[in-house]
């Protein structure tokens, strides 16, 4: 605010403000159930000018890392937290993006999906799937089987 203050008493005054952009437009993510999703986005704006602002969410499950922000590209990073959804269960909200060049909101849709443990025959859901990797690999599925996720 300082810096508008000083701009001012200079005479210097900014009719046209450069328009805010995100990238991504919308956040569409799938997370297991009982996990944790981590992940980014991009905040500039037309002009390339510098900006500051802050972030904020509606949802509950949604953590911004980044609230707050500054310069002309600026990476905010979020966790989209699961541990007490349910499989099937679909979450939507919106992030607030509040700054010196303007406001906009940049909707997420989640769909939280059966947990499952990924190897190299695809996505294992059930302890069927798990037997016929046994079958075909054992040595991935003793890994897997030992692993922090199964």
Do not use: W
């Amino acid at each position: 605010m300082k810096e508008k203050i000083n701009l001012f008493a200079k005479g210097k005054f900014e009719y046209q403000h450069a328009a805010v952009q995100i990238k991504p437009e919308k956040l569409i993510l799938e997370v297991d159930a009982g996990g944790c999703l981590s992940g980014s986005f991009a905040v500039t704006n037309t002009g390339g000018e510098l900006m500051k602002g802050l972030v904020c969410t509606d949802c509950y499950a949604m953590q911004i890392e980044t609230e707050v922000f500054q310069g002309e590209e600026n990476t905010i990073h979020y966790s989209f937290h699961a541990e007490n959804l349910l499989p099937g269960e679909n979450v939507s909200g919106k992030l607030q993006i509040i700054s010196d060049r303007g406001s906009c909101e940049l909707p997420f849709s989640v769909t939280v999906n059966l947990p499952s443990c990924q190897a190299s025959t695809g996505k294992l859901r059930d302890l069927y799937q798990f037997a016929a990797l046994a079958g075909e690999n054992y040595r991935e599925a003793v890994n897997l089987f030992q692993s922090p996720h199964f």
